[in-house]
């Protein structure tokens, strides 16, 4: 059946267009490379976190990208609190609009990221009277707003939810979030509930980090039989896999698949991406000299690459997708956080590789790896 397009998606798609029409000869020849969304077993989708430049169709080189790799998208930030409900009386759509419009005229499958969360949610959502937090009805009905609006604006058009983010303490218990303080323990719960109000038909994830470690995967496993037993919808647990190369261990990865598996909850890696710098230095107090220092001392591909390491991440990367065939009825999606290594949040002033694209948009060994997994070679 023909869909109406949505204004905005005639946007995108004329932005698209002048885009595609600049880009120069080598980028052309994506088009010759095999493409991620043809080789994915029937069943998982593969997609990539955008940016707003890429659903604006100014990053003409990542756009060329995503439209020929990927079948999903989630947006990177623009659909998170801040963004889109900056203030008790503003929503902010424009950007957003175009976000699902790019979707759409892509032929994508559109995931709305995130309903509920501790961060990038501005304070005044946590705000009471003279300075004091917002009760729990306040709270709540800050919640309730919020979400009907948003998953209701994109009724029918967003396919899934990550409702709540990130709600687990490491040890599995719900973290200290100002949501909870302000509502109490069943805030997650009333997450869900609104959301499937809003949108009946859309699925709702519960997504998360470091689920590697037993106890908070034994914790996220709990807290969605929790929900399910309250005869709420949830359909699948995100599983974020931010990792390096060599934590956590197949072994680690393949224990989420499993523990998932037996307690009948579907995965999806919402967030992938391999990090080969060593951890972020402590920046405070240091004058500028000494952070300059600091960030030269955890930089250590600031000039490149060596080969050597470009081929380990290009095994990670073969061992995953491996791993994600041998459990093809387990997953139902496999999300990159981000499109090229320019991209990424985890360059944050150093050079980071962490994707499957270089600097330049050109596909990396790491590429070529996945692909020959998925082609069965
Ligand atoms: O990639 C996102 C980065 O651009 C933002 O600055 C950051 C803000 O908190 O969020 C990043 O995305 C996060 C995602 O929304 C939730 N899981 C962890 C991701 C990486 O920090």
Redesign the pocket.
């Known amino acids: 059946m023909p869909r109406i397009q949505h204004p905005s998606a005639v946007v995108a798609s004329c932005a698209l267009a002048m885009a595609t029409l600049a880009l120069p000869f080598q980028l052309q020849a994506q088009d010759a490379a095999p493409a991620l969304k043809d080789l994915m077993p029937p069943g998982i989708l593969i997609g990539a976190?955008i940016?707003q430049r890429q659903s604006d169709g100014v990053d003409a080189a990542g756009v060329a990208i995503v439209t020929r790799q990927f079948n999903a998208t989630t947006p990177?930030?623009l659909l998170?609190f801040q963004l889109v409900h900056p203030a008790a009386d503003r929503f902010a759509f424009d950007a957003q609009d175009r976000y699902v419009a790019f979707g759409e005229a892509h032929g994508m499958t559109v995931i709305g990221?995130?309903l509920v969360?501790h961060?990038?949610t501005p304070a005044w959502v946590f705000a009471g009277e003279n300075g004091a937090p917002a009760d729990r009805d306040t709270l709540l009905a800050r919640m309730r707003e919020h979400i009907t609006t948003v998953v209701g604006r994109y009724r029918g058009r967003i396919h899934g939810w990550d409702v709540v983010?990130?709600a687990l303490a490491e040890d599995g218990t719900l973290r200290d979030s100002p949501w909870r303080r302000g509502i109490g323990d069943d805030y997650v719960a009333r997450a869900f509930e609104l959301a499937h109000a809003a949108d009946p038909d859309a699925e709702l994830y519960y997504?998360e980090?470091n689920l590697w470690k037993p106890e908070k995967r034994a914790g996220a496993i709990r807290l969605v039989q929790d929900l399910r037993r309250q005869g709420l919808r949830v359909d699948a647990i995100g599983v974020?896999g931010?990792w390096s190369l060599e934590t956590p261990t197949m072994d680690e990865i393949e224990a989420i698949v499993r523990d998932l598996q037996a307690a009948g909850i579907k995965a999806m890696l919402s967030?992938l991406d391999i990090n080969l710098l060593p951890p972020t230095p402590d920046l405070q107090g240091l004058d500028a000299a000494a952070r300059a220092e600091a960030i030269a001392k955890t930089n250590p591909y600031a000039n490149g690459l060596p080969d050597a390491v470009q081929q380990k991440l290009a095994d990670r990367y073969a061992d995953i997708f491996r791993m994600v065939l041998r459990h093809r009825d387990e997953f139902r999606r496999v999300t990159f956080?981000?499109v090229s290594d320019g991209d990424?949040?985890l360059n944050r002033g150093r050079m980071n590789y962490p994707l499957l694209w270089d600097r330049q948009h050109q596909p990396k060994p790491a590429f070529d790896a996945v692909v020959r997994v998925l082609e069965g070679r």
Do not use: T
Request: glycine share 4%; net charge negative.
């Open positions: 976190a940016n990177e930030n998170k990221h995130n969360w961060q990038q983010n990130e997504n980090y974020q931010h967030e956080w981000g990424s949040w």
